[in-house]
């Protein structure tokens, strides 16, 4: 069925000013993965990953998370994948997530290659010592299970700093020297706020899901000077997540409890969020609505509502969690209201720009709008496939990757070892 889709004129969707546009495509599938996505490529440029969960009614709801998603990622500036929706001219049939390949060809690191070259790398005595008894304690941690979740923070911490530690010591075998503490901060700010942004969009299974991105040069070794870093995408593996409970969170093939690791997040790396989490905090009536805006123009309105509730929950707990620290901080430290008050001014700043995104892309919430919703209701009984998604749809900044001949196919070569590595975690 795939292939006669792929058959049909398909185009891909993006706002621009809340204006729908509809650009059509030519989508060449390179390899097909065991979670049903493809490896493909759009107009002979931009590599990507697609997804047909919209052929299927029952799952299309996957989609319209998967863009939801990238929109608040993009809300909060937090590393992600780019999605678009990918239709044809009567329906949806999936999404399209960017692998981000520029011209200049790139190499990846999955945290599922990472934590293989540690392990091979103590195997063959490469990292030996105190490094490999840390690495070998954390391994023998129960890995924990649905029901019985680890709880302890030192664990946890412990955790969360093997994937930091797979990521880094793999850049410095792979370049033969210290990695740079720049490069290295990076890195650790980047992976922290990806964690605590599964917190708040409800994502519980992580595992090795995420990569780090860097520029090759003209010998095709990688150039760690401005690694990017992101998750593969930023949608559930649906069949993973399903039998985990709410308080739960796998990172690292380990599970953890929710709040047990926002907990950690705040005691241990506070340094590494608090950015994140006081734009939250502080900004919090207009990162609601920015999200109920994002919410209700990319899903079925019988649906948006009991997702609204359970990002808007998470949210609330972030923020929360952010006054606690903070008045401890204030009277700890006895911080002047005035430098607070500056911080706190120029912190808004830095989030208007990302909040007025969204209000320009999505002029309208249809969750505010009766005549919308009822004109939406009148649509889906005349059996018209679209729904909210007649007022605005998800789309992503028009970044246009263009790639030689040769350099995509040594792009592919490197793009199809990193996501069978990822899949299969």
Same mark, same amino acid.
């Given at each position: 069925?795939?292939?006669?889709?792929?058959?049909?004129?398909?185009?891909?969707?993006?706002?621009?000013?809340?204006?729908?546009?509809?650009?059509?495509?030519?989508?060449?599938?390179?390899?097909?993965?065991?979670?049903?996505?493809?490896?493909?490529?759009?107009?002979?440029?931009?590599?990507?990953?697609?997804?047909?969960?919209?052929?299927?009614?029952?799952?299309?709801?996957?989609?319209?998370?998967?863009?939801?998603?990238?929109?608040?990622?993009?809300?909060?500036?937090?590393?992600?994948?780019?999605?678009?929706?990918?239709?044809?001219?009567?329906?949806?049939?999936?999404?399209?997530?960017?692998?981000?390949?520029?011209?200049?060809?790139?190499?990846?690191?999955?945290?599922?290659?990472?934590?293989?070259?540690?392990?091979?790398?103590?195997?063959? /005595?490469?990292?030996?010592?105190?490094?490999?008894? !840390? *690495? =070998?304690?954390? #391994?023998?941690?129960? &890995?924990? %299970? $649905?029901?019985?979740?680890?709880?302890?923070?030192?664990?946890?911490?412990?955790?969360?700093?093997?994937?930091?530690?797979?990521?880094?010591?793999?850049?410095?075998?792979?370049?033969?020297?210290?990695?740079?503490?720049?490069?290295?901060?990076?890195?650790?700010?980047?992976?922290?706020?990806?964690?605590?942004?599964?917190?708040?969009?409800?994502?519980?299974?992580?595992?090795?899901?995420?990569?780090?991105?860097? /520029?090759?040069?003209?010998?095709?070794?990688?150039? !760690? *000077? =401005?690694?990017? #870093?992101?998750?593969? &995408?930023? %949608? $559930?593996?649906?069949?993973?997540?399903?039998?985990?409970?709410?308080?739960?969170?796998?990172?690292?093939?380990?599970?953890?409890?929710?709040?047990?690791?926002?907990?950690?997040?705040?005691?241990?790396?506070?340094?590494?969020?608090?950015?994140?989490?006081?734009?939250?905090?502080?900004?919090?009536?207009?990162?609601?609505?920015?999200?109920?805006?994002?919410?209700?123009?990319?899903?079925?309105?019988?649906?948006?509502?009991?997702?609204?509730?359970?990002?808007?929950?998470?949210?609330?707990?972030?923020?929360?969690?952010?006054?606690?620290?903070?008045?401890?901080?204030?009277?700890?430290?006895?911080?002047?209201?005035?430098?607070?008050?500056?911080?706190?001014?120029?912190?808004?700043?830095?989030?208007?720009?990302?909040?007025?995104?969204?209000?320009?892309?999505?002029?309208?919430?249809?969750?505010?709008?009766?005549?919308?919703?009822?004109?939406?209701?009148?649509?889906?009984?005349?059996?018209?496939?679209?729904?909210?998604?007649?007022?605005?749809?998800?789309?992503?900044?028009?970044?246009?990757?263009?790639?030689?001949?040769?350099?995509?196919?040594?792009?592919?070569?490197?793009?199809?070892?990193?996501?069978?590595?990822?899949?299969?975690?």
């Amino acid at each position: 069925m795939d292939k006669d889709v792929l058959k049909e004129q398909c185009y891909i969707v993006s706002l621009d000013n809340g204006i729908r546009k509809e650009e059509p495509v030519t989508i060449e599938v390179f390899n097909s993965f065991k979670d049903g996505s493809k490896l493909v490529q759009l107009n002979n440029t931009v590599f990507g990953l697609l997804n047909l969960n919209s052929i299927n009614p029952e799952t299309m709801y996957i989609d319209d998370y998967a863009i939801i998603k990238a929109d608040i990622a993009e809300l909060l500036d937090v590393d992600h994948e780019e999605t678009k929706r990918i239709v044809t001219e009567d329906r949806n049939i999936g999404t399209f997530t960017t692998l981000n390949y520029s011209k200049d060809i790139e190499t990846r690191i999955s945290g599922t290659a990472a934590i293989n070259n540690i392990v091979n790398s103590i195997n063959n /005595k490469l990292i030996s010592g105190e490094e490999a008894l !840390w *690495v =070998d304690k954390i #391994f023998k941690y129960p &890995s924990g %299970s $649905s029901g019985n979740s680890i709880k302890d923070p030192q664990e946890i911490e412990d955790i969360i700093n093997l994937g930091l530690y797979a990521l880094n010591k793999t850049i410095e075998l792979q370049s033969g020297q210290e990695i740079e503490a720049r490069l290295g901060k990076a890195i650790r700010k980047n992976y922290l706020r990806m964690i605590l942004f599964d917190l708040i969009i409800g994502k519980k299974y992580r595992g090795f899901d995420y990569y780090l991105i860097s /520029k090759v040069n003209e010998q095709g070794k990688p150039v !760690w *000077v =401005d690694a990017y #870093f992101a998750p593969i &995408s930023i %949608s $559930s593996n649906s069949n993973k997540e399903n039998y985990l409970k709410d308080e739960e969170y796998v990172i690292n093939n380990k599970y953890i409890n929710r709040e047990a690791l926002l907990n950690v997040l705040f005691d241990k790396y506070y340094k590494e969020i608090n950015k994140l989490s006081q734009a939250i905090a502080d900004a919090r009536k207009l990162y609601i609505d920015a999200i109920s805006r994002i919410i209700y123009n990319n899903t079925d309105l019988s649906k948006a509502s009991t997702l609204e509730d359970l990002l808007l929950a998470n949210l609330e707990k972030v923020a929360k969690k952010q006054d606690t620290y903070e008045a401890k901080i204030d009277k700890e430290q006895k911080t002047n209201k005035v430098e607070r008050t500056m911080a706190t001014q120029s912190l808004n700043v830095r989030v208007t720009t990302k909040l007025d995104l969204i209000q320009k892309k999505y002029p309208i919430n249809p969750k505010d709008h009766k005549d919308t919703i009822k004109e939406t209701k009148k649509k889906k009984q005349e059996d018209v496939t679209l729904t909210v998604e007649d007022e605005s749809k998800k789309g992503f900044a028009s970044t246009a990757i263009l790639l030689s001949v040769i350099a995509l196919i040594c792009g592919i070569g490197i793009g199809i070892a990193y996501i069978l590595l990822t899949l299969g975690s």
